[in-house]
């Protein structure tokens, strides 16, 4: 086992960012080093995240300082388009900490690893710069990898998300009055995570991604055109051989109730249903976006890059 490592944590106000606090402070070879809030400067980590048993407080650090701390690692948790000065100030001090952004600033970029770790691992050759997956990506992704060569034409995926997914800047689409007994679609074309896992999986999908009035979860119903009939022992046969020693997914013929993913470290995938002529499959994943979706992964990924087992720290049922 490496010695301990000390991480950063900059947008540590937000969803996502109370989850990576729980995950790294619980981690037996990493030390929390800080947590950035501009709203929370200055009060104490424990008094918003009661799972955190130190002393730390939230801080204010302005992008530049980030070096000075001087950390093996960093996990970005901010809204998109922020994280180049967070990098530009981490490298000032001539540091070189590996840097996991869950931000998409650059999933589009060949000079980061994509960190989807079921998926990618085996791209992965040290690099520093790790750009975690989008959530609903995610999910997709493990619907879809099983039969991604099986697949012709454009892939249909159906998606439908926790409020925590849009964060904690007041929009429509995490507005509780707005979403109660509603399902709010939005972003039916073109949505981010539709170009990101066209561009990761090489085929078109079309994605329309919809919030619930749940916290947290999602689930997306991918269908799925196949190039020759296929049968449902085949099929069940590909997602057990692809998933069935990764120990944060879980493969099932019935399919996965986002209601049963709240909380948990793992992604479930199944309910595998076949037309009649055998070539139309439908598939449902789940996830919790702030886990699996998010923080989870990022914990993956920063265990890759600091020399831990992959699963280290990460509670897996
Ligand atoms: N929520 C989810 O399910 C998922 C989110 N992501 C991605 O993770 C990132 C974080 O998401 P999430 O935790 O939901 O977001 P939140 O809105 O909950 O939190 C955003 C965080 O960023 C800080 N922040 C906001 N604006 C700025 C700014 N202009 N400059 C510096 N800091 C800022 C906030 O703290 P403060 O204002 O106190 O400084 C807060 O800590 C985003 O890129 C999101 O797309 C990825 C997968 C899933
Ligand atoms: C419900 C909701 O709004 N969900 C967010 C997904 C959050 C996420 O993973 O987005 P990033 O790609 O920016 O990291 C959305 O659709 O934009």
Not at 74 to 102: Q, T
Not at 194 to 222: C, D, I, K, N
Not at 243 to 268: F, K, Q, T
Not at 298 to 314: V, W
Request: proline share 6%; with cysteine.
């Amino acid at each position: 086992m490496p010695d301990t490592r000390t991480v950063g944590i900059v947008g540590a106000r937000g969803h996502t960012g109370a989850e990576l606090i729980r995950l790294v402070a619980a981690h037996p070879g990493f030390e929390l080093a800080f947590v950035s809030s501009r709203e929370l400067d200055g009060q104490p980590v424990s008094a918003h995240v009661p799972e955190y048993p130190g002393s730390l407080r939230y801080a204010n650090i302005a992008h530049e300082e980030l070096g000075d701390f001087g950390v093996d690692a960093c996990v970005l948790a901010l809204p998109n388009g922020k994280s180049d000065a967070c990098i530009a100030g981490l490298g000032a001090r001539g540091g070189e900490p590996v840097i996991v952004d869950l931000s998409a600033d650059h999933r589009f970029d060949d000079d980061w690893y994509y960190g989807l770790p079921e998926l990618t691992r085996d791209r992965y050759v040290g690099q520093e710069h790790i750009a975690n997956p989008g959530c609903y990506a995610s999910a997709m992704q493990f619907a879809i990898a099983p039969v991604r060569d099986l697949v012709e034409g454009p892939v249909q995926c159906f998606g439908v998300s926790g409020y925590s997914g849009a964060g904690t800047t007041p929009s429509d689409r995490n507005d509780v009055d707005k979403l109660r007994d509603n399902l709010m679609p939005y972003a039916l074309v073109d949505h981010l995570h539709e170009r990101e896992v066209s561009r990761q999986s090489g085929l078109a999908v079309e994605f329309m991604p919809h919030v619930a009035p749940h916290f947290r979860g999602l689930t997306v119903t991918a269908n799925l055109h196949l190039r020759e009939p296929t049968t449902l022992d085949a099929v069940r046969a590909r997602y057990a051989d692809r998933y069935g020693d990764e120990p944060l997914l879980r493969v099932d013929d019935n399919a996965p109730w986002v209601s049963r993913i709240a909380g948990r470290h793992g992604a479930e995938v199944g309910g595998f249903t076949l037309s009649n002529d055998g070539r139309r499959l439908v598939v449902v994943a789940t996830l919790d976006n702030l886990l699996k979706g998010a923080a989870t992964q990022a914990m993956q990924n920063l265990n890759l890059a600091l020399g831990f087992p992959e699963t280290e720290g990460i509670p897996v049922e």
